[in-house]
Every structure is written in C-alpha cells, then in structure tokens.
C-alpha cells in the first residue's frame, strides 16, 4: 500500500506542477507533451484527478495524528 500512497502522491505533484504552470505562463505541460486533449493526455488527466480523489483520504490520517 506504501507503493501505491507514493506513487499517487507523485501524480498528483506532477498535476499540480503543471496546474501551477498553466496559472503563471498559460502553459499547459501535459498538451506540449501528449498533444491536446489526446487520449495519452486524458488518461494523464484522469490518474491526476483519482489520485487527488485517493489523497483526500489523508485529511483521515491527519487528524488521527493530532
């Protein structure tokens, strides 16, 4: 499960990298890479999007924390 915790977590970076690239250059890293809205970059968005889906479920583990 630790594999999988980390792999989703770097997916979701990878997003917001590129998300953070889109707010400040207009530049989208996933399009220049995969073509626009290809079904490579779709299924780039996708992984991104159930990956931060998954990680909401450490907000659970957070608080058991405190």
Known sequence: MKVFNYCALTIA???AVNW???GM????????IFGNM???SR???TLVGI???YLI???????QEE
């Open 13 to 15: 970076i990878i997003g």
């Open 20 to 22: 953070g690239l889109v």
């Open 25 to 32: 250059f207009d530049f989208d890293l996933v399009a220049v």
């Open 38 to 40: 290809s079904w490579l």
């Open 43 to 45: 299924i780039v968005y």
């Open 51 to 53: 990956s931060g889906l």
């Open 57 to 63: 479920s450490f907000f659970g583990i957070a608080n």
